[in-house]
């Protein structure tokens, strides 16, 4: 069967469907230049920017500002852009930033869930419509005669529909699981790397304040 064959015989439900596809088919092409882009680059800035943080913490400042047009370089930026924040306020500043990159990377997830769940059920709306038409035009006398030799044809015609709205909607839910695995491997790692960063700033904090104020007792009270 062509795709002409497929619009054809549809009916009204394969319309819909048809639209529902175009935007099912822009999400994940869109979704998946954005993911291949963020995995291959990840671990690349995500040790460039702690290796220079363990070394000089001025210079991390700017190999994140390099690395602004990646997640991972925004969720480090955020915070070591703050002039020395307390501690306090360097852990809200990576949880904002985490937030946000996370929201930015459900993009696409509402359109792919609407499709889910729409897809099945215009099909079925198809094969109704179309199940309709076909018996409506036979009466009981008809049965068994010639004449209803069509309407088995108009079944097997009206079942396309309901075929088209799981293919689109299966597609769309393997695609959706994929970008939510992404997601949650996402959130491991910033949870990991925030933690990391965290640490590391709130030694250097120590090591400021010891210098300032050589009160062991008083540091331990910050």
Not at 25 to 41: C, E, K
Not at 73 to 96: C, D, I, K, M, S
Not at 148 to 159: H, K, N, P
């Amino acid at each position: 069967m062509t795709f002409q064959d497929i619009i054809d015989k549809g009916g009204v439900a394969i319309w819909p469907l048809l639209f529902l596809s175009i935007l099912a088919m822009g999400a994940i092409f869109d979704r998946l230049w954005f993911w291949s882009r963020v995995l291959l680059q990840e671990r690349q800035i995500l040790m460039s920017i702690m290796d220079t943080a363990y070394r000089n913490w001025d210079a991390a400042v700017e190999v994140a500002r390099d690395y602004r047009d990646h997640p991972m370089g925004r969720f480090f930026f955020t915070p070591l852009n703050l002039q020395e924040p307390e501690p306090e306020v360097f852990h809200l500043a990576l949880e904002a930033a985490a937030d946000d990159e996370l929201a930015m990377m459900r993009r696409g997830d509402k359109v792919l869930e609407a499709v889910i769940a729409l897809s099945p059920l215009l099909g079925l709306l198809g094969t109704v419509l179309g199940l309709i038409n076909s018996l409506g035009s036979i009466s009981i006398s008809d049965l068994g005669t010639a004449s209803t030799a069509g309407v088995t044809l108009g079944i097997g015609e009206s079942l396309i529909s309901t075929a088209t709205g799981l293919v689109v909607a299966i597609i769309s839910l393997a695609f959706y699981r994929l970008f939510q695995a992404f997601l949650f491997g996402q959130i491991r790692v910033f949870r990991k790397a925030g933690s990391d960063l965290e640490l590391l700033y709130r030694q250097r904090w120590a090591d400021v304040e010891l210098s300032k104020n050589p009160n062991p007792k008083k540091i331990l009270e910050v």
